[in-house]
């Protein structure tokens, strides 16, 4: 079983769109209260159980954090700056979220990878698309 999870997560890591190859990770210093405690009880729980990774975006000005769940038909969740949920702009059953913010990222924007997973075997990803003009 714990095979096919990660096989099954590494796989939708590897379909995660490139926007760009490089870009610098957000410190956790850059991290709001509420996203650090986030991450601290998500790397306590077992691998499959916390997030997979999360990702910095602007969203209309504002950054706005990813959340990707750890696997299979699972929305990811996107939250602003104070943590309040904004929608789920991909996961779910066709992988495209609850379509209430399909692009949220402002165009021309960098998406920052601010956590992976420690206990995941993956350990570099590329950021989703998630800009109507990377399309």
Request: glycine share 6%; proline share 11%; hydrophobic share 35%.
């Amino acid at each position: 079983m714990q095979t096919i999870l990660k096989i099954l997560i590494a796989g939708s890591a590897a379909l995660l769109p490139v926007l760009a190859h490089s870009q610098e990770p957000v410190s956790r210093s850059e991290t709001p209260a509420w996203l650090q405690q986030k991450i601290t009880a998500d790397e306590a729980l077992p691998e499959h159980a916390g997030a997979f990774a999360i990702w910095q975006l602007q969203h209309h000005g504002k950054p706005a954090y990813l959340v990707i769940s750890p696997c299979c038909d699972q929305y990811n969740p996107l939250y602003d700056e104070q943590g309040k949920l904004l929608c789920h702009p991909t996961g779910g059953i066709v992988g495209q979220g609850d379509s209430q913010c399909p692009f949220p990222a402002d165009p021309g924007t960098p998406i920052r990878l601010v956590w992976l997973n420690p206990k995941s075997s993956v350990k570099q990803l590329d950021p989703p698309q998630l800009s109507k003009s990377q399309q």
